[in-house]
C-alpha cells in the first residue's frame, strides 16, 4: 500500500483496524472500534453507526464529547499563545493552579504533567525527598505504568516483565486497616492509595478505611497520597472522591477527568509536602501547558456553573437504582460510587456482555473478567441513562440465554 492508499482506503471499521494493526505497536492489542465522531454522550464509528458512550474514554470524558465550553477555550488559548516552556509563566496555568487548590478548599502547591502515572511519579519523588525511602500501596492498586508508578501498581501481572522495578515497596491487601498499621512504619515515606480501585474492577474499600489511612501515616509521620486519578473532579458526585470521609490528603494526583479529554496529570500537595520539590528537582517540557490548562478551566467552570456535582450524584443514583431493579439473574452486585460503577457478574461473561451491549449500541469497558465498568460523561442525562438501561437488559439476557445453553 502506497502511503497515499492510506487516505483512499479511509475508514471503514475493517480497513482502520487492517491499518492499525500495520503500524501500531502491539502493547494494546488491536481496539475494538474505530470511532470518527463525538456530541455529548454520543459517539459514531467509521462506519455511521452511533453508540451511547458510557466508557467515556475510561473516566475523561467528563464533559462528554465537543463540550463547546471545552472547544471555545482551546480554540481561543491555541490561537494566542499556544506553549511558552517553563522559562516563562502563562496565565492559564497559574489559574488553573489556583482553581485547583480553591476546590480542595487549602493552601498548597500544585504541579503539572501530562498523564496520571506522571501525576504519580511526581507524588513518589516528593515522597523520596523527605528522606525516606519505603513506600506502601495496596494489592491490586493501579497507580500507572512507567516503572515508578508500575512499581506502586499492586499487579503482580502487569509488573513480571520489568523486575527490577524501583524498590523498597510493600504491598497491602486493600481495605485492610490492620494490614495498613502493621505495614506503616517512622520509616514509611508515603502511602498511596485510591478512594476507589478502579482498574481492579471498581472496589469500594469499607466505611471509614481512609481516615484509618489518614491517622496511621499522621501517627508515623509517613505522606498520605490519594490517588484520585480516576474518582477526581466530580466522578463520584464530589470534587474528590475521599471529601465523602472528610480525609485531607498530603498528596492528591488527579488526570483523567481533569482535561475534559485532554492530556493533563496533576498533583496537589498541602502542608509541607507542598515545599519538597524545589529548583532542578522535577520537570518536564509540557508541565501546565497553557492550552491544555485552558481546556481543564472550562471543565471546573462548567462543573461548577451547571451544578454538575450535584447531577452526578442523581444521575449516578438512577443508573444504579435502573441496574439493580433489571434484578437480572446473571448480575451478582452493582458496586462504585456516582457514575463510577461497577456491574459484577456472577460469571465471567464480562467480555461477552460488553460485546452484546455493543451490538446494541452501548459502549461499556470489560474491567475484570467479571466486571463491566461504566463511566459516562459527568453529562449524562437522564433519558440517556434509561435508554441505555433497556439496551444493557436486553444485552445481559443474551449473553445469560447463551451462558445457559453453554451449560
Ligand atoms: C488511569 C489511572 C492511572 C494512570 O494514568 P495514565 O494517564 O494512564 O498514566 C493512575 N491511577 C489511577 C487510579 C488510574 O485510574
Given at each position: 500500500m502506497s502511503d497515499d492508499g492510506a487516505d483512499i482506503i479511509g475508514a471503514g471499521n475493517t480497513a482502520l483496524a487492517h491499518r492499525w494493526q500495520g503500524v501500531m505497536m502491539d502493547n494494546f492489542g488491536t481496539p475494538r472500534l474505530p470511532l470518527v465522531r463525538g456530541r455529548g454522550t454520543r459517539v459514531w464509528d467509521a462506519e455511521g453507526t452511533e453508540y451511547l458512550d458510557f466508557v467515556g474514554g475510561i473516566a475523561v470524558n467528563s464533559l462528554g464529547h465537543a463540550h463547546p465550553a471545552v472547544v471555545r477555550a482551546v480554540a481561543e488559548q491555541i490561537g494566542s499563545l499556544g506553549?511558552?516552556?517553563?522559562?516563562?509563566i502563562a496565565e492559564p496555568t497559574?489559574?488553573?493552579?489556583?482553581?485547583?487548590?480553591?476546590?480542595?478548599?487549602?493552601?498548597?502547591?500544585?504541579?503539572f504533567s501530562n498523564s496520571g502515572a506522571e501525576a504519580n511519579e511526581a507524588a513518589l519523588k516528593i515522597g523520596r525527598l523527605t528522606g525516606r525511602t519505603h513506600m506502601v500501596a495496596t494489592t491490586g492498586g493501579f497507580h500507572g505504568r512507567t516503572m515508578g508508578a508500575l512499581a506502586l501498581t499492586g499487579q503482580p501481572d502487569k509488573q513480571r516483565p520489568f523486575h527490577p522495578l524501583p524498590g523498597d515497596v510493600s504491598h497491602v491487601p486493600y481495605g485492610d486497616v490492620a494490614a495498613l498499621r502493621a505495614a506503616v512504619t517512622p520509616k514509611t515515606a508515603l502511602l498511596i492509595l485510591e478512594p476507589v480501585q478502579g482498574e481492579n474492577g471498581v472496589i469500594v474499600p469499607p466505611p471509614g478505611y481512609l481516615r484509618a489511612a489518614r491517622e496511621i501515616t499522621a501517627a508515623t509521620g509517613t505522606l498520605l497520597v490519594l490517588d484520585e486519578i480516576q474518582t477526581g473532579i466530580g466522578r463520584t458526585g464530589r470534587w474528590f472522591a475521599a471529601q465523602a470521609e472528610d480525609v485531607e490528603a498530603d498528596v492528591v494526583t488527579l488526570a483523567k477527568g481533569l482535561g475534559g479529554g485532554l492530556p493533563i496529570g496533576a498533583t496537589l500537595a498541602f502542608g509541607a509536602a507542598a515545599e519538597l520539590l524545589t529548583p532542578g528537582t522535577h520537570g518536564s517540557t509540557f508541565s501546565g501547558n497553557p492550552v491544555v490548562c485552558a481546556g481543564a478551566l472550562a471543565v471546573l467552570d462548567t462543573i461548577e456553573r451547571a451544578g454538575i456535582l450535584e447531577h452526578v450524584t442523581r444521575a449516578g443514583g438512577r443508573l444504579r437504582a435502573g441496574l439493580e431493579a433489571l434484578a437480572h439473574p446473571l448480575v451478582r452486585e452493582v458496586r462504585g460510587s456516582g457514575l463510577l460503577l461497577g456491574v459484577v457478574l456472577g460469571a465471567k461473561a464480562a467480555a461477552r456482555v460488553q460485546q452484546a451491549a455493543q451490538d446494541h449500541g452501548l459502549l461499556v469497558n470489560a474491567v475484570a473478567p467479571d466486571v463491566?465498568?461504566?463511566?459516562?460523561?459527568?453529562?449524562?442525562?437522564?433519558?440517556?441513562?434509561?435508554i441505555f438501561l433497556d439496551g444493557f437488559g436486553a444485552a445481559l439476557s443474551?449473553?445469560?440465554?447463551?451462558v445457559l445453553t453453554a451449560v
Open positions: 506553549h511558552v516552556s517553563n522559562l516563562f497559574v489559574h488553573l493552579a489556583e482553581r485547583l487548590l480553591r476546590i480542595a478548599g487549602r493552601a498548597g502547591r500544585v504541579y463491566i465498568r461504566l463511566a459516562p460523561p459527568l453529562t449524562v442525562s437522564d433519558r440517556e441513562v434509561d443474551e449473553v445469560s440465554d447463551e
